[in-house]
């Protein structure tokens, strides 16, 4: 079993939809838990950043923690053709070494 | 000014070959790492140097190995190339000492062993 699950997409929405991304994971020991946005042949650029438990917004997008439950997800709102991605969650500890999700592809039509 | 910058961007190779690619970071990090991401986005860490220090050797085959001359450079060099690995080679870099990880990436260099 993987140290972390993404719920594997692609997911297609129309533009202003509200979009929910989806991690477990089955470490305890992990503390900060980041998304990551990829664009076609780029390489993955920190999107959010969250430490322990709770909610953290940034304009359109909000991550949230919940560590009991170890689930992680990332909500976009009003989601735009520019939102079109992979999106990949990432867990670490301490230790500092991140495992990723496998990724989810969403695809914004306008 | 690109932070993590790698090079090539694309590397065709025959089976057998031997390659290098070449990362540098402007970042002022510490910590820098190679991640190997497969045909299915699957992105999986192989190597992190600290400070020119090897900190993380996850299990690649010894025909691959990290070079960091200084903190701001780490290379890959890959003897006897196969198939398999066909993939895209990210470079990396963070900060320690922060508490976190937040990691920043290159573009990647797409390698297809041809």
């Known amino acids: 079993q993987k140290e972390v699950e993404q719920d594997p997409g692609p997911l297609s929405v129309p533009e202003g939809a509200i979009v929910s991304l989806n991690c477990t994971y089955s470490?305890?020991?992990?503390?900060?838990f980041m998304w990551y946005r990829q664009y076609s042949r780029k390489g993955p650029e920190l999107l959010m950043y969250?430490?322990?438990?709770g909610n953290k917004e940034d304009g359109r997008f909000t991550a949230q923690v919940d560590k009991s439950s170890k689930y992680i997800s990332l909500f976009i709102r009003d989601s735009q053709p520019s939102d079109s991605a992979t999106y990949l969650c990432?867990?670490?500890?301490?230790?500092?070494?991140?495992?990723f999700g496998d990724g989810t592809t969403l695809t914004v039509k306008p | 000014d690109t932070a993590v910058s790698q090079t090539p961007k694309y590397l065709v190779t025959q089976m057998g070959n031997d390659k290098s690619i070449k990362c540098e970071q402007n970042?002022?990090?510490?910590?820098m790492y190679w991640y190997k991401q497969d045909s299915k986005k699957f992105l999986k860490i192989m190597f992190s140097?600290?400070?020119?220090?090897?900190?993380i050797n996850e299990t690649v085959p010894n025909r691959f190995s990290p070079k960091s001359p200084d903190k701001a450079h780490l290379n890959l060099h890959i003897n006897s190339l196969e198939l398999g690995d066909s993939a895209v080679y990210f470079c990396?870099?963070?900060?320690?000492?922060?508490?976190?990880?937040?990691?920043?990436f290159g573009s990647g260099t797409q390698l297809s062993v041809l």
């Open positions: 990396a870099s963070s900060q320690t000492g922060t508490g976190d990880e937040k990691l920043f």
């Open positions: 140097y600290n400070n020119k220090e090897l900190i």
């Open positions: 969250t430490y322990s438990s």
């Open positions: 970042l002022g990090h510490d910590t």
């Open positions: 470490n305890s020991a992990f503390q900060y």
């Open positions: 990432a867990m670490s500890t301490n230790a500092g070494k991140s495992t």
